[in-house]
Each structure stands twice: as structure tokens, then as C-alpha cells.
């Protein structure tokens, strides 16, 4: 399973919010710009591909315990939000990469959709 | 849609105050005012914005001037794009007759570059009511796109479809229980037009109504959840 860091790294992503967990662990991805739908199908330790930057974002992180949220599209979260995603510890990993790209470059990287079943 | 039929079916629906709140435009909201001089029925301008995050968001407005001040807002958030009447319709602006005034070019079927916390403010500044609209249904709504009410939205109220059943909607959003809500038609055709949420206020403004959704001073509303006829 990729890490974070290895993501920041491959991809060129500039990390926001909080920095305390990048050597975490990655199990599967999942993209939408409906935080609703996100709340549903994202679980813990996913990255969420995502175009929205709003602060109802670092909430549905922290609620779901995912990995991370990659923003796309040179989306920037407001002063407030990020300051929030370092108290609760969400990384928030921006870039100006369409969520198209990132998916695509996620998926050469073995994430997938859902997680590897454990043998 | 014209003004003078919308005029008549509010009335004959018992209506006291309408509100007009085209997409991302005010235009037509002045002509519906006129048709409605001498009926009684209060006409509120207003917009039924498009945020960033495509969360609609109803603007109202006591004055067609500050609603044209937010209109110079909104334009400045919009894209640069035209309207395509094929996949959007006609955006006419009409008269109080209902005759044709112009067509706007402009692309309204878009997202403004404007946050929905900052719109809530900025509505605010302009001495507005901003209330997210049908926050239940299943696209361009704030629980659709947002997941649940951000913590510091600060709108006045939160607009419920007219297909909202209390018992299952706060079920399945039990922080609904915490909002004033209200119920409108989010007409598009005069039959959509609904009569659903009962205002106490002295007069037909946006502070006697803002005093109602807290309610403050006596000012009540309260929402007919099960109405006899539909």
C-alpha cells in the first residue's frame, strides 16, 4: 500500500492542513464533488479526489477518518478551514491538476477503487 | 410565466407575500411587483443564486435597488459565457404585462465565484434574507453538495421542499430540527405554486420576516406540513 508521502511526492502536491501523518497508509480512493455522496462511499484511509474546497470538506475527513483529501484545480480552502484541518489532523493535499489527472495518476500508482481484499 | 397570472394565482391561492427568485437574475422582479400594485399581494425581489459550490441559495430582498446592487455582485461572479437557448431556454426579461422587454444573452444556467458562507454575508450587508434552497433535494442543495449545514452559515432559515415529510426528513437529517424552516414552491410553472408556510408579522419586509424566523417579538411562522389539498 502507497503512503501519502510517496502521493505529495509523485504527484507534486503542496500539503495544507495538517502535516502530522503523511507515512500514513493509503487503502483506496474515491472522487466526487458531492459531499454528500463522498460521506456515503468514502471510508477510512481513503483519499477523496475532490474540486470543492469548503470547510464542510476537512469536516467529512475527520468524520470518515480518511487518509487524505487531494483539492484539485488550484481550489485553495480558506484561512479558517485550514486551520481546522490542523486541529483535526486531516491532510489536505492541493494542486492545480484537474481531478481527471489525479485520478488517472493515482490509478498508475495501483490505488484503487476499493480496497485490496486482505489474504 | 407571466407577472399578471402570477399575480392571479397567488391571490387566488390566498397568498400574502410571494417572492421572485429567477436563477442567478433579478430582472423580472420589478414587472411582478408592478402587475401586483393595488391587489395586496406583497412582492419581495430576490435570486435564487448559484454558489461556487452550486448550492442555491435564496437572496430576498425589501427593494428592487438593493437587489440590483447584488445583481452587479453576482455578474461580476459569473462566467463570461452566452446562453445557449437550445439547452437552457429563453431568458426573457417581460413587462408587467407580460410583454417582451429583452432577452438576457448572458449564461444564468452557471456558478458564481462566490463562496456560500461569504454570499450569506454579503446578502446580509445589503439587508437581505438568505435562506438555502430545497436543502432536501437530491442536486443543487446544501445537504446534497455540502453533506450537512456548515457551522458558520449563518442563514436565516433553510428552505425544505414541498415533498418533505417531517417525520422521515428529520430522521435522516436530525440537525434540521435545529433550523426554522420553510416550505415554497420553488415554482417554475404557476401550478407549483404553493401556499405552505404561515408568517405573523406586522408587515411584509425582510426584518418583520427575519424577526418571524427567529422568532423574536411575537413574530412566528410555521409551516404546513400536511396540507389537505395539494
Known amino acids: 500500500m502507497i503512503t501519502l508521502s510517496e502521493i505529495v511526492q509523485k504527484l507534486s502536491l503542496e500539503v495544507a492542513g495538517s502535516e502530522g501523518n503523511l507515512e500514513r497508509r493509503i487503502v483506496a480512493g474515491y472522487a466526487s464533488d458531492l459531499l454528500s455522496c463522498a460521506m456515503n462511499r468514502a471510508k477510512k484511509d481513503y483519499v477523496w479526489v475532490t474540486l470543492q474546497s469548503h470547510a464542510n470538506v476537512v469536516a467529512v475527513a475527520s468524520l470518515l477518518d480518511l487518509a487524505a483529501v487531494i483539492i484539485t484545480e488550484g481550489n485553495r480552502p480558506d484561512e479558517e478551514t485550514l486551520a481546522r484541518a490542523q486541529r483535526e489532523g486531516v491532510s489536505l493535499l492541493l494542486t492545480p491538476k484537474t481531478t481527471f489527472t489525479v485520478v488517472g495518476e493515482l490509478t498508475a500508482l495501483g490505488v484503487r477503487g476499493e480496497p485490496e481484499p486482505s489474504s | ?230
Open chain 2, 1 to 230: 410565466m407571466i407577472p399578471p397570472l402570477i399575480v392571479r394565482r397567488a391571490c387566488r391561492l390566498g397568498l400574502g407575500i410571494i417572492a421572485v427568485t429567477d436563477h442567478n437574475a433579478c430582472a423580472n422582479a420589478e414587472a411582478v411587483i408592478r402587475a401586483a400594485d393595488g391587489t395586496g399581494l406583497a412582492v419581495l425581489p430576490g435570486m435564487e443564486l448559484q454558489t461556487r459550490e452550486e448550492v442555491h441559495l435564496l437572496c430576498l430582498f425589501d427593494t428592487v435597488e438593493q437587489c440590483g446592487q447584488w445583481q452587479a455582485e453576482v455578474w461580476r461572479a459569473l462566467p463570461p459565457l452566452a446562453n445557449r437557448e437550445e439547452f437552457f431556454g429563453p431568458q426573457y426579461v417581460v413587462d408587467a404585462d407580460g410583454e417582451w422587454v429583452r432577452t438576457e444573452e448572458r449564461l444564468l444556467a452557471a456558478s458564481a465565484e462566490i463562496g456560500l458562507e461569504q454570499a450569506v454575508a454579503r446578502v446580509h450587508a445589503l439587508g437581505g434574507l438568505a435562506i438555502p434552497a430545497h436543502v432536501d433535494r437530491p442536486s443543487f442543495s446544501l445537504l446534497a453538495n455540502l453533506g450537512m449545514v456548515p457551522a458558520n452559515l449563518g442563514a436565516d432559515a433553510l428552505e425544505v421542499t414541498s415533498r418533505f415529510q417531517p417525520e422521515e426528513g428529520f430522521s435522516q437529517w436530525p440537525e434540521l430540527r435545529a433550523w426554522p424552516l420553510v416550505v415554497n414552491g420553488d415554482a417554475h410553472r404557476l401550478s407549483e405554486i404553493q401556499n405552505r408556510t404561515l408568517f405573523k408579522v406586522a408587515a411584509p419586509t425582510v426584518y418583520e420576516l427575519s424577526l418571524a424566523l427567529r422568532g423574536a417579538e411575537g413574530r412566528k411562522v410555521a409551516v404546513d406540513w400536511h396540507p389537505t389539498q395539494s
